[in-house]
Nanobody
Framework: QVQLAESGGGLVQPGGSLRLSCAAS????????MGWYRQVPGKERELVAR???????NYGDSGKGRFTISRDSAKNTVYLQMNSLKPEDTAVYYC????????????????WGQGTLVTVSS
């Protein structure tokens, strides 16, 4: 099985920065893409940013401009650099992986991390 370990969340003042990390481990055959989503109570989970194994990126509306996604393929790790944080960025941020797990069947999998809380408040 594939597991995701998230870190980097916490409390930050408006205008501050955080970098989230997500490391994938386990029976990974191929990662198609990894990304970050966020969710607040009463709202649907929304895309922040995704990055493919070829380093192509796409950003949701919430992630454009102030956030940057990157990866270290050797470590199966994806990062989200968040700058100029605003109170409305407060949410639980979830790492997501889509890919193929190891044999014998090489099944497509979508895996979610447990989430890391980002709180932006003065």
């Amino acid at each position: 099985q594939v597991q995701l370990a998230e870190s980097g969340g916490g409390l930050v003042q408006p205008g501050g920065s955080l970098r989230l990390s997500c490391a994938a481990s386990g029976s990974i055959f191929r990662i198609n893409d990894m990304g970050w989503y966020r969710q607040v109570p009463g709202k649907e989970r929304e895309l922040v940013a995704r990055i493919t194994s070829g380093s192509s990126t796409n950003y949701g509306d919430s992630g454009k401009g102030r956030f940057t996604i990157s990866r270290d393929s050797a470590k199966n790790t994806v990062y989200l650099q968040m700058n100029s944080l605003k109170p409305e960025d407060t949410a639980v941020y979830y790492c997501n992986l889509r890919g193929i797990d190891s044999g014998p069947y090489y099944r497509y999998r979508e895996v979610w991390g447990q989430g890391t809380l980002v709180t932006v408040s003065s």
